[in-house]
């Protein structure tokens, strides 16, 4: 009998997964905030996701946070402000031997999960797979991606990632996870700001050229300074290039602006910048970027943290 996968966050990325974990006959169960979420959930049916324009809905079981069901194995797929709190009501519920896939935007929040749970195995994840919300306890597969895997501390890939096979999630074990970690924090850095300042799509940052490479020249040294060159190398030609291959879309960071939610900025943004401060390393347009965002967000009416 296959490991029962628990998945906390019924987000994008967490129903993704749910969805296609369940259709390939593999145990899931989903874990909800409350009594009231899980009777809205349960009065929906289950979890649909729409591929192709066709919608197919999987009735994964679903419990509260106040369960007290063993767990050995966890996909956390919450937001990054969300992550530690969440993982922290559930650490007596986590085996001994319990493995956690951190999904999370960014840097901060993963560090963060594995200190509050010791005793478990902490995976970091990094995906470029493309999906959305239209409606609760839906979501669009708008985009096939890939999901890196890795854990610094224990090279050793899990035998579970078999289960991954089995559901058709494209993904590879990487040993050097936080290399792809930075790099990725570095793209996002370099973008998804400028979309909410400039009130644009991705390619309309091909207007404001010489901003991006100012950014992507601090962003490298940042890099450099942590241990990453690898992360580093020929950054700002795949910034440009990731502008050009994702022109018409939207960031996740405006979308969420324009939406009026939350954003991850301390885990993005702001981890760069405290690590900057850290190595006591002196980059004005980072941190002048930083200021300008977190005043944007506070005219809207939004949390600058």
């Known amino acids: 009998m296959s490991t029962t996968w628990h998945i906390l966050g019924a987000g994008s990325l967490g129903t993704l997964w749910a969805t296609r974990l369940a259709r390939a006959g593999l145990p899931v169960r989903l874990i909800v905030r409350d009594t009231a979420r899980l009777q809205a959930y349960q009065a929906a049916g289950g979890l649909t996701l729409v591929e192709q324009g066709q919608a197919q809905c999987y009735p994964v079981p679903a419990e509260t946070l106040a369960n007290d069901a063993p767990i050995e194995r966890l996909l956390v797929a919450c937001k990054a402000y969300d992550a530690e709190a969440a993982v922290a009501q559930l650490a007596h519920r986590l085996a001994p031997a319990a493995e956690l896939i951190l999904l999370q935007n960014g840097l901060g929040s993963q560090d963060a999960v594995a200190a509050r749970v010791p005793q478990a195995r902490c995976i970091f994840a990094s995906s470029t797979?493309?999906?959305?919300?239209?409606?609760?306890?839906?979501?669009?597969?708008?985009?096939?991606?890939?999901?890196?895997?890795?854990?610094?501390?224990?090279?050793?890939?899990?035998?579970?990632?078999?289960?991954?096979?089995?559901?058709?999630i494209p993904h590879a074990w990487s040993v050097d996870i936080l290399t792809r970690l930075w790099r990725k924090l570095a793209l996002n850095c370099a973008i998804n700001p400028l979309t909410v300042l400039h009130d644009c799509r991705?390619?309309?940052?091909?207007?404001?050229?010489?901003?991006?490479?100012?950014?992507?020249?601090?962003?490298?040294?940042?890099?450099?300074?942590?241990?990453?060159?690898?992360?580093?190398?020929?950054?700002?030609?795949?910034?440009?290039?990731?502008?050009?291959?994702?022109?018409?879309?939207?960031?996740?960071?405006?979308?969420?602006?324009?939406?009026?939610?939350?954003?991850?900025?301390?885990?993005?943004?702001?981890?760069?910048?405290?690590?900057?401060?850290?190595?006591?390393?002196?980059?004005?347009?980072?941190?002048?970027?930083?200021?300008?965002?977190?005043?944007?967000?506070?005219?809207?009416g939004l949390p600058s943290d």
């Open 129 to 168: 797979e493309g999906a959305f919300r239209d409606g609760d306890w839906r979501v669009v597969f708008a985009g096939h991606g890939y999901t890196w895997l890795g854990d610094s501390s224990h090279p050793v890939a899990p035998i579970w990632l078999d289960d991954l096979e089995a559901a058709g």
């Open 202 to 300: 991705n390619g309309g940052l091909q207007q404001h050229q010489c901003e991006v490479a100012t950014l992507c020249s601090e962003l490298a040294l940042l890099l450099e300074h942590c241990g990453q060159p690898a992360a580093a190398q020929d950054l700002q030609q795949e910034v440009e290039r990731v502008i050009l291959a994702t022109a018409a879309n939207y960031s996740s960071m405006y979308q969420d602006v324009a939406n009026q939610r939350r954003t991850e900025i301390s885990y993005l943004l702001g981890h760069a910048c405290e690590v900057a401060a850290r190595h006591q390393l002196v980059l004005p347009h980072l941190n002048q970027l930083q200021q300008r965002l977190m005043a944007h967000l506070r005219t809207r």
